[in-house]
């Protein structure tokens, strides 16, 4: 079992910053993969960025240079960061974890891009 906490949303305007936290119930260096998913409304939920046990880091296109994914083992933490911040951007962002090909959700916490 592994329990996910996400931290750090809000509303920021367009062009802002925000970083998203997610703290894990275990040590996530034993946990194979990492990432943080959203949701707009009416829409899918999509992949924003995974970080892997070993480093290895994936961006969905659209947020390629301006989201960073990162991660402090000592921590147990996730951490993403979103860079110049558009309104496409708004929606609910999920932690999630592969631990031995079970898959684990935090709650989300909501991110709103207005002016």
């Known amino acids: 079992q592994v329990q996910l906490v996400e931290s750090g949303g809000g509303l920021v305007q367009p062009g802002g910053s925000l970083r998203l936290s997610c703290v894990a119930s275990?040590?996530?260096?034993?946990?194979?993969?990492m990432g943080w998913y959203r949701q707009a409304p009416g829409k899918q939920r999509e992949l924003v960025a995974t970080?892997?046990?070993?480093?290895?880091?994936n961006y969905a296109d659209s947020v390629k240079g301006r989201f960073t994914i990162s991660r402090d083992t000592a921590k147990n933490t996730v951490y993403l960061q979103m860079n110049s911040l558009k309104s496409e951007d708004t929606g609910v962002y999920y932690c999630?974890?592969?631990?031995?090909?079970?898959?684990?959700w935090g709650q989300g916490t909501q991110v709103t891009v207005s002016s």
């Open positions: 275990k040590n996530i260096a034993s946990i194979n993969a």
């Open positions: 970080i892997t046990s070993g480093g290895s880091v």
């Open positions: 999630y974890a592969n631990s031995r090909l079970i898959g684990y």
